[in-house]
């Protein structure tokens, strides 16, 4: 019985994830996502004011008119749009006409993080919708006009959403996850909007089908260039001697910094060492439990400097930030996580531009085509102007 076993939750049938109890077959795969359910019956949405206080460029309206369009079309949309090019602001019309048709509408994010900061910045956005963040260890309020929570509470949303956006879908975790792929799908019941600087040849290949559109936007909303990775090779001791004037450099200079580190434990060693020679810093990471306070702490000025995991490479923006990525040549970064990372400079309209600093004992293949495709990126911008 086991064999012809498909679980009716995450469509799993490999017998190697299908358990008995009583002589029921009960799969093992999805087992750790059950809890709480949303209920089908939603009470109505509140007058749609979509408050932007700010124009969109030309590029942004003509791709966020195609995406309602779309929508209306019931066409799926992946946005390929360079870090900084402003990808949130090109859904907020899509969401706004689902939401004037009383629709269910979903921002998924892989990270809890990017949701806390996300649930604010459309708040903002739409001030008489009602919006709840749904993240681990936040799930007593599953229902609201714009339901912004993690890729892994889509499990509890059943055949739920009109409207799924689904942002940076090559992060971890939800990149390459299959059991976050089938839940994201189960909750859908209308149409998706995916977005990526770096999406996957899988990703690209799935939205070249026949009712999807792949739309891209190779500019920042500012037509500044991306910055383009500065490689200094230093080993030993030369290394971490580099980084301290370095980032003694971009303090003196009134500059905001992210030491960004492979692993958890090269984040805090790094720290534990920098703090000796460089004070008004921290460390954060997935681990640390305060870590909401930590990052709201530095973006009030109360830091200088933060030493970090891939926690904070996407979703997150602050004037006049500079980057230096410790032994970015370390095997767990590729070129699309180095070019993530790269995006988080210069991404204000009136600071676009800022240094990245790949600190390395040496040059990598992937160090190399992150560097290649941000080039091709800023050539591209070049022929436009």
Known sequence: MGNNFVCPKCGNQ???????LNGKPYCRFCITMNGKQAEQKRRGHGSVVLKLGYSLSKDQKRLSEQIVSNYKNGIDTLVNAVCGAGKTELIYAVMAYCLSLG???????PRRDVVIELSQRIHMVFPNNSIVSVYGGHTEKLAADIVVLTTHQLYRYEKYFDLIILDEIDAFPFNNNELLHSMFFRAIKGNIVMMS???????????????????????????HPLPVPQVVVRIGILKFSYLVTKLRNFIQNGKKVFV???????????????KIFVKNGAFVHSKCKNRT?????????????????????RGVTFKDLQVIIYDADNELYNSQTLIQISGRVGRKIDAPEGEVVFLVNKRTSEINNAITTI??????????L
């Open 14 to 20: 490999d017998p190697k994830y299908i358990g008995f």
């Open 103 to 109: 629709k269910a509408v979903a921002f998924a994010v």
């Open 197 to 223: 600087a770096t999406p996957s040849e899988d990703v690209i290949e799935f939205f070249s089908q026949k009712g999807k559109q792949i739309l891209e936007l190779n500019t920042r909303f500012h037509k």
């Open 260 to 274: 960004f580190a492979p692993t958890i434990s090269r984040c805090e060693t790094v720290y534990k060492f920098l």
């Open 293 to 313: 306070q930590i990052i709201s702490t530095f973006k009030k000025g109360g830091y200088d400097y933060l030493v970090t995991t891939a926690v904070l490479e």
């Open 375 to 384: 080039e091709s990126k800023n050539r591209h911008l070049q022929n436009m």
